[in-house]
Each structure stands twice: as C-alpha cells, then as structure tokens.
C-alpha cells in the first residue's frame, strides 16, 4: 500500500474528498489529505503559514504526492509542493494521467 499526500486547489475540495475515497477504496493507497477551511474563515498569515508547513511535512511522510489537477490547472502553490516532492524523491502522480 502506498501512503499519498494530495495536492490541489482548494477549489477542487470536493473532487479531492472524492477522488481520495476512490485512491483508498479501489487503488489500494492510504491518503493524508488536506485540511480543509469548512467555516471558511479568515486566516492569517500565521494560519497560512502553517497550512503550508504542515502540507510540506505531510509529503515528507508519504511515499508520493497525488495532484489533483482539472482540467490541467495547477496552481502556484501546488506547484511548489510537486517540485518539493520532486527534490525529497518522491512519486509525482497526476490525477489527469491516471
């Protein structure tokens, strides 16, 4: 079994609650997902910084991160955090070619 982190946009919350669900039931992989903003409050930058820290540690811990790309779209930050998982070594599997 392989441990993934994914990576989007939050705009695509709802497809990566979905998609995660289909990767542990008919993929055989154990998801760490994002933490998601239900109340959608405010956040600091503080806040922020630590969503991002904490995302970071999560693709250190995972055997591969899985991006959830629609459409093709990958955000900046996501991109950071593939070029991240890229340095530590890790599989980059993108939702678009699986």
Do not use: P, W
């Amino acid at each position: 079994m392989k441990v993934v982190t994914i990576c989007g946009s939050m705009r695509f919350e709802d497809q990566m609650k979905r998609i995660a669900f289909e990767l542990e039931t008919k993929k055989d992989m154990c998801v760490i997902q994002c933490v998601y903003d239900v109340d959608n409050k405010m956040l600091s930058e503080k806040d922020i910084e630590s969503l991002n820290n904490t995302h970071m540690k999560k693709i250190e811990i995972s055997d591969a991160i899985y991006v959830v790309d629609i459409d093709g779209y990958v955000g900046e930050q996501v991109q950071k955090e593939i070029e991240y998982a890229k340095v530590l070594g890790k599989e980059v599997i993108y939702h678009s070619r699986s």
